[in-house]
């Protein structure tokens, strides 16, 4: 696998679109999105020192490589990419 970069502070995309970007889709992107910010309450809360949340950083980084595929063996966003970018009040839905 190539080098990959994340971003997962506050101002970065979701990693779901960063995956994306650099071609690949991201298995269980809510449930990262979810622990990205909860370590970032943390962090920014003083709740975790600096060294604690770069840990949990690293752990999470692992877990988001693990979960990725390359976007041609994933059929998932081929399916889910178009309905969800039309909104609720598509042709689809009525």
Same mark, same amino acid.
């Given at each position: 696998?190539?080098?990959? %970069?994340?971003?997962?502070?506050?101002?970065? %995309?979701?990693?779901?679109?960063?995956?994306?970007?650099?071609?690949?889709?991201?298995?269980?992107?809510?449930?990262? /999105?979810? +622990?990205?910010?909860c370590?970032?309450?943390l962090?920014?809360?003083?709740? +975790?020192?600096? @060294?604690?949340?770069?840990?949990?950083? @690293?752990?999470?980084?692992?877990?988001?490589? @693990?979960?990725?595929?390359?976007? /041609?063996?994933?059929?998932?966003?081929?399916?889910?990419?178009?309905?969800?970018?039309?909104?609720?009040?598509? +042709?689809?839905?009525?």
């Amino acid at each position: 696998m190539k080098n990959i %970069d994340f971003g997962y502070g506050i101002l970065c %995309d979701d990693l779901d679109k960063q995956a994306n970007e650099q071609g690949y889709a991201l298995e269980d992107a809510d449930l990262y /999105e979810t +622990a990205r910010d909860c370590i970032n309450f943390l962090k920014y809360r003083k709740i +975790a020192t600096n @060294k604690q949340t770069d840990m949990m950083f @690293k752990k999470l980084h692992k877990k988001v490589i @693990k979960s990725l595929k390359p976007l /041609e063996e994933s059929n998932e966003w081929r399916t889910n990419e178009f309905p969800r970018k039309l909104g609720r009040n598509n +042709a689809f839905n009525r």
